[in-house]
């Protein structure tokens, strides 16, 4: 079977892509390569034994878009990961982000009822919960406003698919992924941060490797058990194998509602100080870190209440905190010895 993957050359779509292989589905990759490289597609290559079908569109325009359709007639069913991701971007470039990221979910809403394809993957971002109130935060928790343009992406995305499903035949899992981290196993893809990363495990791991002289920790005045924020981190490998199960359930008409929504995290919270104190361990390197004042815009703490997948899925997220940093780092030795030649 044939499955159309958006974004399958950036970091969460080409783990996802090597686990679709490896459960023996078809892919193809449709990726502008505006946050990815083209060797990723290779890289999936090099674990998988197959190289993907790869399509450098994009799918803001709708021509293009289509194109992907009438090339590819037999498509069984959508993973739309590709989107612009950058939270403090996002506000600098707001018609951007909109822009890009609601274009390419309309167009390819259309191009699939076009060509009569109705199973339909969405990443959508723990983000659509602000700070919740009652943690852990349950799929019935109420979206707050959003933080972000970004965010209010993800929000408007969830709001477009479900009256589509009302309106169409579309089926769709959304799933809400907590704080993503870590790499494939073989340390041949991994996340690829372009410039500066924002997201604070990257940050540590070019860090240790001495790429960025000092971390800085964003505040240690939280209502924590050190006083640091809290977040749901969620190796990658689960992530992507939780989308495989997502698909399946579409293919095998098992939803039971065209609608589905399921937090993907492991349902621990870690501080940023426990988080750096199992890089310390995993890696051996000692973080150059500093405690600086709060980051506009975070908040304090979030982490899933994973039962709904567990139940329905049959998915649990089964990599821990150290492996997830064990991961990270030997992806970033990789990539180092990788950009040195
Ligand atoms: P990523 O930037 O590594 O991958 C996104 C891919 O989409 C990139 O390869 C990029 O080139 C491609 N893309 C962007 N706009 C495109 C367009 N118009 N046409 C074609 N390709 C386009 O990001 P990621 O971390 O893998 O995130 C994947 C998805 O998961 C995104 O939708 C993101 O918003 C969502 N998400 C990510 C996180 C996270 O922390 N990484 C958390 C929650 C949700
Ligand atoms: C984690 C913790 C920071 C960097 C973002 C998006 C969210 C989702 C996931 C897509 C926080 C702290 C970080 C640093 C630090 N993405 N930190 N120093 O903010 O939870 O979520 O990515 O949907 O929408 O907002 O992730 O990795 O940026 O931060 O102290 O240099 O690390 O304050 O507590 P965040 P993050």
Not at 65 to 76: M, Q, R, V, Y
Not at 247 to 265: A, M, S, T
């Amino acid at each position: 079977m044939k499955i159309l993957v958006t974004g399958g050359a950036g970091y969460i779509g080409s783990h996802t892509v090597v686990e679709l292989q490896q459960a023996g589905y078809d892919v193809v990759v449709a990726d502008n390569l505006i946050n990815s490289e083209k060797a990723v597609i290779e890289s999936i290559g090099e674990i998988t034994a197959v190289v993907p079908d790869f399509e450098e569109v994009d799918l803001s325009d709708p021509s293009q878009t289509e194109s992907i359709f009438e090339k590819h007639s037999d498509l069984a069913a959508v993973i739309h990961f590709a989107a612009l991701k950058a939270v403090g971007d996002s506000v600098k470039r707001p018609l951007e982000y909109y822009r890009n990221n609601v274009f390419s979910l309309i167009n390819l809403l259309n191009s699939m009822k076009k060509h009569g394809v109705n199973p339909f993957v969405f990443s959508s971002s723990c983000t659509v919960y602000g700070q919740p109130n009652i943690l852990p935060v349950n799929e019935n928790s109420p979206r707050k406003d959003a933080e972000s343009p970004y965010g209010n992406t993800k929000k408007i995305a969830e709001d477009i698919l479900k009256d589509e499903v009302d309106a169409s035949s579309l089926q769709c899992i959304a799933l809400r992924y907590f704080n993503p981290i870590g790499a494939h196993p073989s340390a041949i893809i991994g996340e690829l941060p372009l410039g500066i990363p924002d997201n604070l495990v990257p940050f540590i791991t070019q860090t240790a490797i001495g790429q960025r002289e000092k971390l800085m920790v964003f505040g240690n005045d939280y209502e924590t058990k050190d006083g640091t924020p809290i977040r749901d981190y969620i190796h990658v490998v689960d992530l992507a194998q939780a989308h495989v199960i997502a698909l399946k359930r579409l293919l095998e008409n098992k939803q039971k509602d065209p609608w589905e929504v399921f937090n993907l995290g492991t349902g621990n919270g870690f501080t940023v100080l426990e988080v750096i104190r199992s890089f310390e361990k995993v890696s051996g390197e000692t973080l150059n870190y500093e405690i600086s004042g709060r980051r506009a815009g975070d908040i304090e703490k979030v982490w899933a209440d994973t039962g709904l997948a567990n139940r329905e899925l049959g998915w649990k997220a089964e990599r821990d905190l150290d492996e997830m940093m064990h991961s990270a780092w030997k992806w970033e030795k990789a990539l180092q010895i990788k950009n040195k030649h």
